[in-house]
């Protein structure tokens, strides 16, 4: 099987390798258009600002890449959130996958509630093939202060100051807020079973 990991000068991205390194998969880490054609399985993982990102997007063209693709494609964190159409950071156009806003974190109070949103938290409403396997007893590690709206496509929720999707699914692409390289044996199994669709 052929992983690509999209390149696009974002954090993080070496943590995803390695992960996928444990699950026995040889990734390929480009920004290269026909490598990313190619390959059966897609991963768009990364921490950082989203008008930065999406500036090297274009500058790659990978902006219009990204939408157009067939196979299997999993966005993590940041990569979540750029395949949205709108995010709040720096007022920013993003690809459109989904139609769903991010919006910054605004807590309610100071003191119980901290942005960004560090640390384990659960996950809720599973039931979606990505998530056989888990029950709401799985906790996986966030680090953002931006959410995803809760829309038709969310088909796991996370509540910090209020509820927000922890996952999305649309087509052939899915999307997770929190770091499944850092989420221990729950965040094992999401990938695996992102690695797993399609098989016969």
Not at 47 to 61: C, F, V
Not at 82 to 109: A, H, Q, W
Not at 145 to 161: M, N, Q, R, V, W
Request: glycine residues 6%; aromatic residues 12%.
């Amino acid at each position: 099987m052929q992983v690509a990991v999209i390149k696009y000068n974002a954090g993080n991205v070496q943590s995803v390798l390695y992960a996928l390194e444990r699950l026995g998969v040889d990734a390929v880490l480009t920004d290269d258009f026909d490598t990313i054609q190619k390959a059966d399985k897609v991963i768009f993982p990364g921490q950082g600002e989203a008008s930065t990102a999406m500036r090297y997007l274009k500058e790659k063209k990978l902006d219009l890449l990204i939408p157009q693709l067939r196979q299997p494609f999993f966005g993590v964190c940041l990569g979540q959130q750029l395949l949205c159409e709108y995010s709040e950071e720096n007022d920013t156009p993003c690809l459109g996958v989904f139609p769903v806003k991010v919006k910054r974190f605004i807590p309610e109070s100071h003191e119980e509630f901290k942005v960004p949103h560090v640390g384990w938290n659960n996950l809720f409403d599973l039931g979606h093939p990505l998530l056989n396997g888990l029950d709401e007893t799985a906790f996986v590690y966030y680090v953002h202060s931006f959410f995803c709206e809760l829309s038709d496509f969310t088909i796991a929720k996370t509540h910090y100051i209020h509820d927000f999707a922890a996952l999305m699914h649309r087509d052939n692409f899915y999307a997770m807020q929190a770091h499944p390289e850092k989420s221990g044996k729950v965040g094992e199994r999401i990938l695996e079973n992102f690695l797993r669709i399609g098989e016969k």
